[in-house]
């Protein structure tokens, strides 16, 4: 191993480059800080987007990764594993409240190619083998994974460029379009499936009148409607599924038929879920999918753990706590440098005005989207963030985060604003 090389030029020559990385290394976490190599302390509002659900190292998931990693890391799916029922338990009887079964996998992406697989084969076991009934009904903006199957489901080119053929079968419409929804849908269409709150799009939340559209086409044309809550489940919302948080204040009720997570629901330990209703789970019998490391005792003990931590500790009501006294400040800020504010719970969106960033010296010789151009900005004033899309500035501090991490933010976030603002 070498000694000699920094992390950045062992990075370059050995990894693949396929992510646009910043120039800074971390090496350690604690909480809602993260540290660099030159022991530098970051406040962390970014967490991995969205992952860190109870900030970096927090001691119940070092516990359950000492004692599980000390019992049983691993066994095959052909065998039963307690963890991984307890685990399913928690998600119906907890998180969905409603009958149903679950099934674990690596990430968001398999999660989602799980829900695309289940909406095809059910309704293949139902309408027989020579059904039409494959489509599959996404949103524009949307984002759902880096595998084929996730691009393809996917409403952005910009994914897709280079990867032909693509899998078949996907329309897009434009999100919070009803009536382009109700266009789109036919005969041929096995599923609707979209995020309750769009985050690589643009932090975006569904409308009731959205919602309310998929629920009956979904009675019209015996469909699946299925929601991503990759990033926006497991809490983040204030809720444990984001599509309850999105309609609390409407006359509207939606209840999907299944639902994917990832991201938060291990709060760092890679583990992603989907959730079947019982009318369809039954479609996905033995064969028709698996994996190997999805759900292993480990993974499972890890993500019990952090969700059992975050029902225990009251974050999900300190999400909607703090979302209040955000907004409540950045209402007072008149800040020419911000649109708005959008969003849910702690996955909140700062809508730049790309008019006054584009009069920022130094901005347009960038060569950076106005939101990189802040993101970065904010990083030099030892804050994380994360942009979503071109123009949106991203926080997802940690669901416990304290009074003392958001007031630290509001005034380093408005700092910067406010000093490139002047000049």
Avoid at 127 to 133: A, L, M, Q, V
């Amino acid at each position: 191993m070498s000694e000699t090389k920094t992390t950045i030029e062992l990075t370059d020559e050995f990894l693949l480059g396929n992510y646009g990385r910043f120039p800074v290394v971390f090496s350690r976490g604690e909480g809602g800080y993260i540290f660099d190599e030159e022991g530098n302390k970051v406040l962390d509002f970014a967490t991995g987007i969205a992952v860190c659900s109870l900030g970096h190292c927090p001691p119940v998931m070092q516990k359950a990764l000492t004692e599980q990693g000390g019992k049983l890391i691993h066994c095959s799916n052909l065998y039963h594993i307690r963890e991984q029922a307890e685990l399913g338990q928690f998600v119906v009887e907890k998180m969905l409240k409603r009958p149903g079964k679950v099934f674990f996998c690596n990430s968001g992406a398999e999660a989602n190619d799980g829900l695309i697989k289940l909406a095809r084969k059910r309704a293949y076991d139902k309408f027989g083998p020579e059904t039409t009934k494959r489509d599959v009904v996404t949103c524009k903006q949307s984002f759902h994974g880096r595998t084929l199957g996730g691009i393809a489901a996917t409403g952005q080119d910009k994914v897709k460029i280079g990867f032909d053929p693509l899998l078949p079968g996907f329309l897009h419409v434009p999100f919070n379009d009803p009536e382009a929804l109700r266009e789109a849908v036919s005969e041929n269409t096995a599923a609707i499936l979209f995020e309750p709150v769009q985050g690589e799009g643009g932090i975006h939340s569904a409308s009731p009148e959205f919602m309310a559209m998929a629920d009956q086409l979904r009675e019209e044309y015996d469909l699946l409607l299925m929601f991503d809550e990759v990033q926006c489940g497991s809490g983040r919302t204030g809720d444990w599924c984001g599509w309850r948080t999105v309609l609390e204040h409407s006359d509207v009720s939606v209840e999907p038929d299944a639902v994917s997570w990832a991201k938060g629901f291990g709060g760092g330990f890679p583990i992603g879920a989907i959730w079947a209703s019982d009318d369809c789970a039954g479609a996905m019998g033995p064969g028709t999918h698996g994996s190997t490391f999805g759900g292993t005792p480990l993974a499972s003990a890890v993500s019990l753990a952090v969700l059992e931590e975050i029902e225990s500790c009251g974050a999900l009501a300190n999400v909607k706590r703090q979302e209040a006294r955000i907004r409540e400040a950045v209402a007072s800020w008149n800040c020419p440098l911000i649109e708005s504010l959008r969003g849910v719970g702690l996955m909140l969106g700062f809508v730049l005005n790309k008019e006054a960033i584009a009069r920022v010296p130094g901005f347009s010789d960038s060569g950076q989207t106005p939101a990189l151009f802040v993101v970065n900005k904010v990083m030099e004033q030892k804050m994380l963030t994360v942009p979503a899309g071109a123009d949106v500035v991203r926080w997802l501090p940690r669901l416990d985060v304290p009074d003392a991490e958001i007031d630290e933010a509001l005034t380093v976030f408005r700092g910067v604003l406010d000093g490139l603002a002047a000049l």
